[in-house]
């Protein structure tokens, strides 16, 4: 195609879409301003391209103004070139065709970080730590993480040829792999934990993700004498299909119970979605646990449940995603995701946290304020609020690591340990029972001798802030004995850091092992050692009367009881 055709498709294509707008709102008081400014759009695109001292690429100047005209709106509406209509098939049905494996950017190469167990990357010999150097003759090193990405996936059936680089082997390997069809389970484990307690991990919601809870739960009760209580764990689950959050809920109450309603401006977009089924269980007694990052249609089951006063949530406030997306298909195979809708839960609230139809003054979006907060009730007559994520029955403080974790997890420093420790030991115990011992935690700190792996600490970090505003108050140099004092007094030693977080290091080391021998299973199962969220749901679950206490309203949790004490003293 030309470069004048190019122009014109795109072109008739913006005044096609444009047009099917205004033809379904005739009525519309904004009629004149859109066609206004849609034929400035067009005057000033069609001018860019026969003035503009360069030569322009039509496709991208557009992808460009599109992008720019959606960031004004909320970030949930985005455009979907036909590029990357694979990758948006890969969210919504959890398929995609390719090798299997994750990949990460580390300095000048992207490095195999974990085949999936039975991919093709896996089956081939593909080890997490490979750097890759070439696909299909084409030189790798340098490229963006999403650029090989690209190569890596296909069509199922076709060959892909990979050189990588190892350590421990004297030239580079050539890998042929044959790409499959990668299905991404929702539910990458499940099991029974202590007292009679099931478990199941639900990462996403995409196609049939209900049916994979509900196959799920029938195994662990086919397979164990009796399952006393169940644990839904949402956390870090991002969310997906509304529908697959209506069908999770629906496993565990009766048929007809309203889950979720939509509210949009257009009236077609008002709808309510129902149980549509009998309850596999509804009677089970059941937590689910949701943290900051379990959003939408996570959020959409874990309300509910609280809502309907038939399970207790545990963790932390959750992301508060109340925004229903619809795609909508555009001319040359292009798509639109864009908000159509806000979702409530049965108790009518909406948990959306951030108001994207108001910023402040510096241009940002805001939260909505406590002021406009509302109350509602549960089933039982509990007060729940709305504006701002679900809170949970049960909180539990949110886990902090330390500076130089963080440092050595983002330098990729303990997986690296981990890739030189793989080769040394063809096998390791179990999940449970494999344990850091002292001599692999010396090698440890003797792997790090010669790496960057240097953090400032929150106290430093505070300090600097201190110097920084003395010295725009001008009274630094009255303070600059007392600063230096305790800028020695502070100065971290990485050293004894790797001492005194000997036990924090040493958990990361264990998951990052584990998960080279026994996947995403192995990973799970060791995480839940010693898990307190997971340790409060199992305690909830085996003393009923907490648990019926909990969903009647009668529990204070033990920070509300102290502080009701302490006001008592205070009188």
């Known amino acids: 195609m030309t470069h004048k055709q190019n122009v014109r498709s795109i072109l008739i294509a913006i005044i096609f879409i444009f047009s099917i707008s205004l033809t379904g709102r005739a009525q519309n008081e904004n009629n004149f301003e859109i066609s206004k400014n849609l034929e400035i759009f067009i005057s000033m695109y069609n001018e860019l391209n026969k003035n503009y001292v360069d030569e322009i690429n039509p496709g991208e100047l557009m992808v460009g103004g599109i992008e720019s005209m959606l960031s004004t709106l909320d970030p949930y509406t985005v455009y979907i070139p036909e590029s990357q209509i694979e990758d948006y098939r890969m969210i919504t049905t ?7 494996s994750l990949i990460h950017k580390n300095g000048e190469y992207v490095v195999i970080s974990e085949p999936y167990e039975g991919s093709p990357a896996h089956k081939s010999g593909l080890k997490a730590g490979d750097r890759v150097l070439s696909i299909n003759g084409e030189d790798m090193v340098d490229k963006p993480s999403d650029e090989v990405s690209k190569f890596l996936k296909g069509q199922p059936g076709t060959s892909i040829s990979l050189v990588v680089e190892r350590d421990g082997e004297d030239k580079p390997l050539e890998i042929e792999i044959t790409r499959e069809n990668i299905t991404i389970k929702d539910i990458p484990f499940y099991g029974m934990l202590a007292n009679g307690v099931g478990y199941i991990k639900l990462t996403g919601f995409t196609q049939n993700a209900g049916v994979q809870v509900k196959d799920a739960y029938l195994d662990l ?6 399952v006393k209580g169940l644990i839904l764990d949402l956390r870090n689950n991002g969310g997906g299909l509304l529908n697959e959050a209506v069908n999770v809920t629906n496993i565990f109450v009766d048929k007809g119970q309203l889950v979720v309603s939509t509210k949009g401006r257009l009236k077609d977009r008002n709808q309510e979605h129902h149980t549509r089924f009998a309850g596999i269980d509804t009677r089970i007694p059941l937590v689910v646990l949701v943290n900051a990052h379990s959003a939408s249609a996570s959020e959409i089951v874990a309300g509910a449940i609280q809502d309907m006063d038939r399970g207790v949530v545990l963790g932390q406030r959750s992301f508060g995603k109340g925004l229903v997306q619809n795609v909508i298909p555009l001319s040359y195979n292009s798509q639109m995701k864009v ?93 449970e029972d494999f344990k850091i011992t002292n001599e692999t935690y010396e090698d440890f700190i003797a792997f790090l001798s010669d790496k960057d792996y240097d953090y400032v600490t929150a106290c430093e970090e505070n300090l600097k802030r201190l110097k920084a505003s003395a010295e725009a108050e001008g009274s630094f140099e009255v303070l600059e004995t007392q600063y230096q004092q305790l800028k020695e007094a502070m100065m971290h030693n990485k050293e004894e850091d790797l001492i005194t977080y000997k036990e924090e290091i040493s958990k990361l080391l264990k998951l990052e092992i584990v998960t080279r021998y026994y996947f995403q299973e192995g990973k799970i199962r060791t995480s839940l050692h010693g898990d307190p969220e997971i340790m409060r749901a199992i305690e909830i679950l085996d003393d009923p009367a907490t648990y019926n206490s909990i969903l009647d309203g009668s529990y204070i949790q033990e920070e509300a009881a102290n502080e009701e004490a302490k006001d008592k003293g205070r009188g």
């Open 339 to 431: 908000t159509i809708a806000k979702y409530y839960i049965p108790s009518g609230r909406c948990i959306q946290a951030i108001d994207y139809s108001m910023k402040d003054e510096d241009g940002y979006y805001t939260k909505i304020p406590d002021s406009l907060v509302s109350e509602f009730k549960t089933s039982n007559g509990r007060t729940v609020y709305d504006g701002g994520g679900i809170e949970p029955d049960i909180s539990i403080p949110p886990k902090k690591y330390s500076r130089i974790l963080s440092s050595l997890f983002t330098k990729f420093l303990i997986f690296d340990f981990t890739t030189a420790y793989v080769r040394e030991h063809p096998e390791i115990d179990t999940p």
């Open 221 to 226: 009760q086919a397979k164990h004498d009796e």
């Open 94 to 100: 959890g398929q995609y065709g390719g090798i299997g």
